[in-house]
Nanobody
Framework: QLQLVESGGGLVQAGGPLTLSCTPS???????????MAWYRQTPGKQRELVAS???????NYADFVNGRFTISKDYFKKTVTLQMNSLKPEDTAVYYC??????????WGQGTQVTVSS
């Protein structure tokens, strides 16, 4: 069973940066063939929402609320997808989840990492 290992969450002051990383437990060959990987976030009482995604062709998409503050990228050699978050706001506080959809369209989720932005 494929697992997603997330890292990088924590506490940061408003306006500061934070980087989240997600590494699937798979080979580089398989990593290259993933349909896409993404970061979602969720706050209590709300539905999980898409933050950013990146396709196998490295085409990136962002939610409107990102507004140029975040960058999603892939490193094939490290088999890692990274979400660089800048200019963080208190409303970015949430549990962030890594998501992967493989070549067979099966979806996997990480365990979630807490991001807290203090005002």
């Amino acid at each position: 069973q494929l697992q997603l290992v997330e890292s990088g969450g924590g506490l940061v002051q408003a306006g500061g940066p934070l980087t989240l990383s997600c590494t699937p437990s798979t080979s580089m060959f398989t990593f290259i063939k993933f349909r896409y990987m993404a970061w979602y976030r969720q706050t209590p009482g709300k539905q999980r929402e898409l933050v950013a995604s990146i396709s196998s062709a490295s085409s990136a998409n962002y939610a409107d609320f990102v507004n140029g503050r975040f960058t999603i990228s892939k490193d094939y050699f490290k088999k890692t997808v990274t979400l660089q978050m800048n200019s963080l706001k208190p409303e970015d506080t949430a549990v962030y989840y890594c998501n992967l959809v493989d070549s067979g369209k099966k979806a996997y989720w990480g365990q979630g990492t807490q991001v807290t932005v203090s005002s």
